[in-house]
């Protein structure tokens, strides 16, 4: 029997190698390892591709973040609305800012940000929203820009696990004031290392970002603000610039796989299925469905992800832990109960494998052991 894996980025390099290998010589040979046009280029490319006129490129999605912040002017004695659903990242660049993250709890329906419940965590000290269009799901914008105007507020988009997801037509990170950016090679589009990148409509936003990209310098040697080192590599941009034009037929083909499972699973009891919400357009970083018979503790879904394991499918728990109970927030001061819905969520889900390069006979395999474990 097969094994089936969560992800196989193999099988992608597989199709476009020859590209790639091209491209990393040319940059090689080159002797310009940073700068250069590939990374002038790749920004260029992507901000016409998510709809913004400015695109600044960096070491990470974590980084972009932060730049997004910082740029932003956000710190200590400000609060970032945010998702207690996500990885780490997201928190983590508030908390590096010397701002603090303030939990609000999702929906169980979408994995989002409840924007129905933002509006009662604004004080006086909020900032910012950050929500993050989670697992590739676009978080309803019209809402949150809504909120977002009525109260002064900045919005960050976090579309790490998004890059070319859609709301009413628009890409994510084109609608919020600013759009953060993962390269990371599990991500919709992955680099063959790190990578992040930041859009904006925002001149003002796009200069500070550049400044304090690159140690606060706006000439050489010159240093007007403490920045950081987190330049894109060449090499990076490159392989980006190559992988770009693919990555509207890569999300295409996760919206089959979507498709299919949705197809092979919906009669099935004892789980809920991911849904698409009216007005987005989902990208499916992961197919994370939530397997309802206990809500209290993960041992069913843990049993169940065990059972398919033996049954060679690797499935993965995102996430286990909610960021508000996670140890390094514990002066946050939030307690177990405080928001049942996030909880809830990491007893029960499970993503199943899912990248682009996924047979419909794979996904059958894994169906059938899903079926199997449910009857043991
Ligand atoms: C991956 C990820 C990040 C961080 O991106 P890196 O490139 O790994 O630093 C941020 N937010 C979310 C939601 C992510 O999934």
């Not at 197809?263 to 299925?273: E, F």
């Amino acid at each position: 029997m097969n094994q089936i894996p969560p992800i196989d980025l193999t099988r992608q390099y597989q199709t476009i190698g020859s590209q790639v290998s091209a491209v990393v010589q040319d940059v090689l040979t080159s002797g310009r390892y940073i700068g250069g046009s590939s990374v002038a280029n790749f920004e260029q490319q992507f901000a016409a591709y998510i709809g913004v006129s400015e695109c600044i490129a960096c070491n990470s999605g974590t980084d972009a973040l932060y730049l997004a912040l910082r740029a932003l002017e956000i710190g200590p004695g400000d609060e970032v609305i945010t998702t207690p659903f996500t990885f780490i990242a997201t928190s983590e660049a508030i908390a590096a800012v010397g701002a603090t993250p303030v939990f609000v709890d999702i929906d169980l329906a979408t994995f989002n940000l409840d924007v129905t419940q933002i509006t009662a965590a604004i004080t006086n000290k909020t900032k910012a929203i950050l929500p993050v269009h989670l697992f590739g799901q676009p978080v309803d914008m019209s809402s949150i820009m809504q909120v977002a105007q009525e109260r002064s507020l900045a919005v960050i988009e976090d579309c790490a696990q998004a890059t070319g997801a859609e709301w009413a037509g628009r890409k994510v990170g084109s609608i919020g004031h600013i759009g953060c950016f993962s390269f990371f090679p599990t991500k919709n589009l992955g680099a063959c290392g790190d990578g992040g990148a930041v859009t904006t409509n925002d001149k003002n936003l796009a200069a500070s970002i550049r400044i304090l990209r690159e140690h606060g310098m706006t000439e050489r040697y010159r240093h007007e603000a403490t920045g950081i080192n987190s330049r894109l590599d060449a090499l990076q941009a490159a392989i980006l610039q190559i992988k770009l034009p693919y990555l509207a037929r890569w999300n295409d083909a996760r919206r089959q796989v979507a498709d299919n499972y949705h197809q092979l699973l919906k009669s099935l009891p004892g789980i809920v299925l991911p849904q698409e919400l009216p007005g987005g357009r989902a990208v499916w970083n992961q197919y994370t469905l939530r397997l309802t018979q206990e809500c209290h503790s993960s041992d069913y879904r843990d049993k169940v992800r065990n059972q398919l394991q033996q049954l060679g499918i690797s499935s993965m728990v995102y996430y286990p832990l909610p960021l508000h109970l996670q140890p390094v927030y514990k002066s946050l001061g939030y307690q177990k109960g405080q928001l049942p819905m996030v909880e809830q969520a990491c007893h029960q889900v499970l993503s199943l494998p899912m990248f682009p390069e996924l047979s419909f006979e794979e996904q059958q395999q894994v169906v059938y052991s899903l079926k199997d474990c449910f009857v043991n």
